[in-house]
């Protein structure tokens, strides 16, 4: 079955201080990796779709990237907005398979 | 906001209980997805619906069923309940299978 870490658990970094999450996989014949935005208590909220090494996809102060055995979501002058966990996923059939999550806490 | 609805957002049952979940997808999506969020476990997918038919199961308990409507909306049915499904469970909807899910509010189910 394929396998999803994500490291670190948890991240807490000052305003503005940018840092890269990481989500690192096993699967035989990447489908499409996926990153999610989850608050507390709310639905994970997709933000990017990769599917093939060397791709990258920015939106706002976030941009991910894949490599053939992982994917890095690097976070630029993070706001305090930016806390959450970021799930990563691959898919396998027709399911996702989650990390377990970056805990980002961002303080002002 | 996703355009995945699921109905109740807090539900508070006993254990022994069934319990219906209900999730509406997206408009023009033909997939919906269920996943179960507990703290130790993570999301975990249980069963995926196309147009009606069952496409995928994951690791869904017998006491657990699903079905998805002629309108596309979907019911997670959970029976026999304990202590141990109280979870987030949450509906997800795409297009079809391959393409990126979109996730609903979630149903927060407390057994006592």
């Known amino acids: 079955e394929d396998q999803v870490t994500q490291s670190p658990e948890a991240l807490r970094l000052q305003e503005g201080e940018s840092s890269s999450l990481n989500c690192s996989y096993t699967v035989s014949g990447l489908r499409g990796l996926f990153w999610y935005r989850q608050d507390p208590g709310k639905g994970p909220e997709f933000l990017f779709t990769l599917y093939s090494a060397g791709e990258e996809k920015e939106k706002e102060r976030l941009k991910a990237t894949l490599t053939k055995k992982e994917s890095f979501l690097h976070i630029t002058a993070p706001k305090p907005e930016d806390s959450a966990t970021y799930l990563c996923a691959v898919q396998e059939d027709q399911k996702l398979v989650f990390g377990q999550g970056t805990r980002l806490t961002i303080n002002p | ?112």
Do not use: M
């Not at chain 2, 023009?28 to 975990?44: E, F």
């Not at chain 2, 019911?75 to 909807?93: I, P, Q, R, T, V």
């Open chain 2, 1 to 112: 906001d996703s355009g995945v609805t699921q109905t109740p957002k807090h539900l508070i049952t006993a254990t022994g209980q069934r319990v219906t979940l209900r999730c509406s997808p997206r408009s023009g999506d033909l997939s919906v997805y269920w996943y179960q969020q507990s703290l130790d476990q993570g999301l975990q997918f249980l069963i995926q619906y196309y147009n009606g038919e069952e496409r995928a199961k994951g690791n869904i308990l017998e006491r657990f069923s699903a079905q998805q409507f002629p309108d596309l909306h979907s019911e997670l049915n959970l029976s026999s309940l304990e202590l141990g499904d109280s979870a987030l469970y949450f509906c997800a909807s795409s297009a079809g299978g391959g393409t990126e899910q979109y996730f609903g509010p979630g149903t927060r189910l407390t057994v006592t």
